[in-house]
């Protein structure tokens, strides 16, 4: 923050869409509590043993259970209680 005098430590936010809101809600649930002030994810990814797409093909195929369970985003759900998140979803992702 000191290298970046223009922003405001105190209204921190982050976004992201797909992997992206993936990403936003996972730096959100590991962040130290009220780093965020606000999250926005949409159309994540929030459990990846439930996706079937080139990622989980290429990267996880061979994964066990724990792997995927490390980085599902619904594990931690009350590490969000101190960040507003907004997270919006359709039937797709595009």
Same mark, same amino acid.
Do not use: Q
């Given at each position: ?29 590991? *962040?130290?509590? !009220?780093? =965020? ?7 994540? $990814? #929030? &459990? +990846? ?13 061979? *994964?066990?259970? !724990?792997? =995927? ?7 931690? $759900? #009350? &590490? +969000? ?14």
């Amino acid at each position: 923050m000191r290298k970046y005098p223009f922003l405001d430590a105190h209204r921190l936010s982050v976004y992201g869409w797909s992997y992206g809101g993936f990403a936003a809600a996972l730096m959100t649930e590991k *962040a130290p509590e !009220s780093f =965020f002030k606000c999250a926005i994810s949409v159309a994540p $990814v #929030a &459990n +990846f043993f439930y996706y079937h797409g080139s990622y989980s093909d290429k990267y996880m195929a061979n *994964a066990e259970k !724990s792997a =995927f369970d490390a980085i599902d985003i619904t594990k931690n $759900v #009350a &590490n +969000f209680k101190k960040t507003r998140l907004l997270l919006a979803h359709g039937l797709y992702d595009g």
